[in-house]
Each structure stands twice: as structure tokens, then as C-alpha cells.
């Protein structure tokens, strides 16, 4: 058996897909529990949430969740959300894998752009995004409600 068959990319497609996910989703949003987890996932799906995982050896190292829209200043595009690989496994080229796979989807969907929020303590994300050819257009902003 050849290594490669050990290590894919597959799209989650039901809530038991996302399962093993959580660990990963946790890591960048430790205050997330399993019942918050799956609530907003059955709300996500339906309104269009996508994700994919690098899955190895039966277990996923890395998530890489998006949503497709159309703007006005942008036509269509991909937004990446949680984009994750496990500690232990990153600059391996996991997430380099993920983000590429999203980027030829959003290519055959026609999209205009891709796009992302990164948390601004994020330094090793900015990095990456970058490196990745990624530029900061403008500021996301919040208000807590």
C-alpha cells in the first residue's frame, strides 16, 4: 500500500463527517463546546457552509471550511473559514494542500476572489496567507451585541 492512499482531501458532507473536526475547530476556537459545535453546524450547512479535511491514517490533521457570496466590490468569491491543521502536523504543507484545493473550486465556480479573517494575534497565519499570495484589502469589524 503506498503512502499516498493513506492521506486525502475529502469534502464533509453530514454532521457525522464533522465529528472528528471538532478537535481542530477547538484549537482555534477554545471556548466552543461539542453542543455550540453542532448547533451552529446545522444552521451552517444549510446555508451553504462547506468544509474540507486532510484526512491521514483515519484521522484529520486539517480543516478548511468556506462560503461562496457574491459582493458588489468583488463579484463572486470564496471566503475561508477555520482554516486548521493540527499542531503536531503543521509545515507539513497541510494547509498549503487545503487552501489550494478551495482556490481550484472557487476557479471552477468562476469566482473572482478569494478571501479570509484572520485573528490579528495570528502571526503565523499572516505568514502563511502571504506567503500564499493573500493581501490585506481592509479591516473586518465587529461590535459584540
Known sequence: MSIYTLMSIIELKTI?????AFALIKQQNPN??????????KKMLPQGYRCIAWKEKGAYLGVCGFWTGTRFWCGDFIDLDNVVVEEKARSRGIGKKLVA??????????????????YTTSHRAHGFYFREGYIIK???FIKPL
Open 16 to 20: 457525522d463527517d464533522f465529528s472528528p
Open 101 to 118: 484545493w478551495a482556490e481550484k473550486e472557487a476557479r471552477k465556480m468562476g469566482c473572482a476572489q478569494m478571501g479570509l479573517d484572520a
Open 138 to 140: 481592509g479591516y473586518h
Open 32 to 41: 466552543i463546546t461539542k453542543k455550540i459545535f453542532a448547533a451552529n453546524l
